[in-house]
C-alpha cells in the first residue's frame, strides 16, 4: 500500500526572481529557460584570465623540463591565469540561478586552461604510448583491414578485436586530408571534455535543480579527473558513450509507481520538489531502440567499459525508480556476443587469468608495473593523487551523510558511482584497474562533493543552521576549489618529462623499424616510447623491463645473457633504448637509479650487439649471434 505525503505549495508565498523558472502545477518538468540578457560582469574575470593564459603559453620552456615535469617550466602568469579564473568562477556563482552560462563559460574556460597547452606548444604526440593507437589508424588504413584472430606481440591484438575508436579515426584522417591522426591526438582531453560537460550537466540535472551545485559539480569533475584517460585512446571515446548511456536511462527510465525522480530543489524552495510523470513501457522501449546502437558502439571501441556499463544497469535494477531489465538483458547479450566472436581470443585469455586474481585485492589495485614512483616529480605526482583522491571522498561522503534529502533523491547516481569498485576483486587490468573504478566513479563523486560545498539556501526549518553553513561555504568553497587546483597540477603535469618526446626521438625510432625486416624482434625496456609499435602488425616486441624492480635488478647483473636467452634462435633482433625508456623506468620504478645507463653501456660494449644508429636521445643496436 502507498501513502502519498502531501507538501504545501510555496509557489505563492515565494515569488521566483527574475530569469528562474519554475515548475508548472502538477509536477511538469521544469523547463530550462535561460534569461537572454547576462550579466556581463563574468568578462571581467575570463578576458584577464585567458590574456594572461595567452601571454604565459610561448614562455613555456617545455622542451627543457627537468624532475619536475612543466610545473616548474610554466611562468607565474599562468598560475596567475588559473588563480583569476578561479576567483571568476566563484564570483559567478552567486547569480547562476538567472545567469548560468556564466558558470558554464568559466567551466569551458578551465577545461581549456588546463589541458590545451601540449595541444598548442607540443610538437609530438603527448604520452608516448599513444603513439601505438596512431600506429593501428595507420595500418588499418594501408591494409584496409585489421585481423582480430592473430596473435600480435605488445597484446596490439586486442586493438584488432575492438576496432571501433579506430576505424571512426581512420576516417577523420581521410576526411580531414592529414598524413595521420597524430596530427590532432594531442586535441583530444578538449575535444572530450567539451563533449563531456554537456553529458555531466544533463545527469547532474536530473537530480538537482541547483545551478550553483550543477557548475560546481562540473568544476569539480574536470580539476578531479587527473587519471589521463582522456587522452587519444579508445577508453575516452567509451567513457563519453558510457555517461551519455547513463543520463538517458537516469532521465527517462522511470517506472510507473515509483518515487519518480526527487529534485533537491535548495536554490530558491526548500520544499521537496513535485515528482515528475514517470515514463510509460513504449517510451523505455523507443529508448532501448535508440540506446542499443550505443551500447553497440562501446562494446566494439573497449574491454573494459562494457562490463562497466553492465554493472551500473545491474545497479539501477536494484531500484525500484530504475527497474528495467529490458535494457540490462540487451547490454548483457551485446557484451557477450562482442566477447564471443571478435573480442573471443582475448575474452578466453582474460578469462583464464581470473581464476588467479579473483580476491587478490592488494594485487589488483597496484599502480602500473611497480607500483613506485621515484624521483621529485613523481613522487609529487603520486602523493598529490592520494590526497586528491581522499578530498574528494571525504566531501562526497560528508554531503551523503548531511543532505540526506538529496541523497534519497539521488540515490541512482550513487550507486553507479560505487557499482564499479567490486571490480577490484576480480582482475588487475594491468596495473590500471585502479585508475578505472576512480573514473567511473568520479560523476557521482563530484556531484556529491560539490554538495558538500555548496549548501542548500534558507527558507526551511533549520534556517540558523543554513545561514551558517552558507557563511562558511563563502570562504570553504574557493578554499576547496584552490586546493583540488593545487593537486591537479603536480597530477596532470608532474611526471610531464616522461609524456613529452623530442621529435628527433620518434625519427630515430622510425627510421630504426622501417629498416628491420619483416618478422624482426624488437626489444626495449617498456613500451613506453615513440613509436615503439610502429609496423606492429610486421614486427615482433619484447619490452623486458616491465617486470618487478626486483627481477629487473637480478637482469642488469647480466643483461646480455639474460637477453640473447630470450632471442630464439634464428631471429633478428634489435635493441631500441630512447631518452624517454631512461625517464619512463627511472619515474616508475622499473629500474633502480643508473639502471639504465649501465645497460646501455653493458649492451653497447658487447661483441654480441653492433651499434645501427646513434643519437643523444638513443641507440639501436642489432644483435649478432654469429659473433658469440
Request: charged content about 15%; glycine content about 8%.
Amino acid at each position: 500500500m502507498q501513502h502519498h505525503v502531501s507538501v504545501p505549495s510555496t509557489e505563492s508565498s515565494v515569488p521566483p526572481p527574475p530569469g528562474d523558472p519554475r515548475p508548472a502545477a502538477g509536477g511538469d518538468r521544469r523547463p530550462w529557460r535561460i534569461p537572454r540578457r547576462a550579466p556581463g560582469t563574468g568578462l571581467l574575470t575570463l578576458l584577464p584570465a585567458a590574456g594572461l593564459w595567452l601571454y604565459a603559453l610561448p614562455r613555456t620552456g617545455f622542451r627543457e623540463m627537468g624532475d619536475y615535469g612543466l610545473l616548474d617550466r610554466l611562468p607565474a602568469t599562468y598560475y596567475l591565469s588559473l588563480l583569476v579564473l578561479t576567483a571568476g568562477f566563484v564570483l559567478s556563482l552567486r547569480r547562476a540561478g538567472t545567469a548560468p552560462w556564466w558558470p558554464a563559460a568559466h567551466c569551458v574556460a578551465l577545461l581549456f586552461a588546463l589541458k590545451a597547452p601540449p595541444a598548442i606548444l607540443y610538437d609530438a604526440v603527448r604520452y608516448p604510448w599513444a603513439s601505438k593507437h596512431d600506429a593501428v589508424v595507420d595500418t588499418l588504413l594501408a591494409n584496409g583491414e585489421l585481423r582480430p584472430g592473430a596473435a600480435l606481440s605488445g597484446n596490439m591484438s586486442a586493438y584488432d578485436q575492438w576496432p571501433g575508436f579506430f576505424t571512426l579515426d581512420a576516417g577523420l584522417v581521410r576526411a580531414f586530408g592529414v598524413e595521420s591522426a597524430a596530427a590532432y591526438a594531442n586535441w583530444a582531453p578538449v575535444v572530450f571534455g567539451l563533449l563531456t560537460i554537456p553529458v555531466l550537466v544533463l545527469i547532474y540535472r536530473t537530480f538537482c535543480e541547483d545551478w550553483r551545485l550543477i557548475w560546481t559539480a562540473v568544476w569539480i569533475f574536470q580539476l578531479a579527473n587527473w587519471v589521463g584517460q582522456d587522452y587519444f585512446a579508445p577508453q575516452a571515446l567509451a567513457y563519453l558513450l558510457h555517461l551519455t548511456v547513463l543520463a538517458v536511462v537516469l532521465r527517462h527510465f522511470v517506472r510507473p509507481g515509483s518515487a519518480g525522480r526527487l529534485r533537491d530543489r535548495t536554490f530558491l524552495d526548500p520544499v521537496a520538489a513535485p515528482v515528475p510523470p514517470p515514463t510509460g513501457s513504449r517510451q523505455r522501449a523507443v529508448c532501448v531502440v535508440v540506446l542499443a546502437p550505443l551500447i553497440a558502439a562501446i562494446n566494439a571501441t573497449h574491454q573494459l567499459t562494457p562490463v562497466m556499463l553492465t554493472i551500473c544497469l545491474l545497479a539501477l535494477s536494484c531500484t525500484r525508480r530504475y527497474r528495467n531489465y529490458g535494457l540490462l538483458v540487451v547490454a548483457v547479450l551485446l557484451m557477450l556476443t562482442w566477447d564471443l566472436t571478435m573480442g573471443r581470443p582475448l575474452f578466453v585469455e582474460t578469462l583464464s587469468t581470473v581464476r588467479s586474481s579473483i580476491g587478490e585485492l592488494t594485487q589488483n589495485s597496484r599502480a602500473g608495473y611497480a607500483g613506485r614512483l621515484t624521483g621529485p616529480g613523481p613522487e609529487l605526482a603520486g602523493t598529490a593523487n592520494v590526497v586528491m583522491v581522499l578530498l574528494v571522498a571525504v566531501l562526497a561522503g560528508t554531503a551523503v551523510v548531511l543532505r540526506r534529502r538529496l541523497t534519497r533523491g539521488a540515490l541512482p547516481l550513487l550507486l553507479v558511482s560505487v557499482a564499479p569498485v567490486p571490480l577490484f576483486a576480480v582482475n588487475d587490468y594491468g596495473g590500471e584497474m585502479l585508475f578505472r573504478v576512480y573514473l567511473f566513479a568520479l560523476p557521482g563523486a563530484a556531484f556529491f562533493a560539490a554538495a558538500a560545498l555548496v549548501p542548500a539556501v534558507a527558507g526551511s526549518r533549520r534556517s540558523r543552521a543554513r545561514a551558517l553553513w552558507r557563511k562558511g561555504s563563502a570562504f570553504v568553497l574557493p578554499a576547496v576549489l584552490l586546493m583540488l587546483l593545487a593537486g591537479f597540477l603536480p597530477s596532470y603535469y608532474g611526471k610531464e618529462k616522461m609524456f613529452y618526446t623530442p621529435p628527433e626521438e620518434t625519427a630515430l625510432v622510425t627510421r630504426a623499424l622501417d629498416r628491420a625486416p619483416d618478422g624482426s624482434l624488437i626489444l626495449a625496456t617498456s613500451g613506453s616510447f615513440p613509436q615503439a609499435l610502429h609496423r606492429y602488425d610486421r614486427l615482433e616486441h619484447w619490452f623486458f623491463a616491465e617486470q618487478a624492480l626486483s627481477e629487473n635488478e637480478k637482469m642488469l647483473k647480466d643483461p646480455v645473457s639474460y637477453l640473447v636467452d630470450g632471442i630464439p634462435r634464428g631471429t633478428r633482433a634489435y635493441v631500441v633504448l630512447t631518452r624517454t625508456q631512461d625517464v619512463y623506468a627511472a619515474g616508475e620504478g622499473l629500474l633502480p637509479a643508473g639502471g639504465f645507463a649501465a645497460l646501455r653501456s653493458k649492451l653497447s660494449a658487447s661483441p654480441l650487439f653492433r651499434t645501427v644508429a646513434s643519437h643523444p636521445y638513443g641507440v639501436v643496436l642489432e644483435y649478432r649471434p654469429a659473433a658469440r
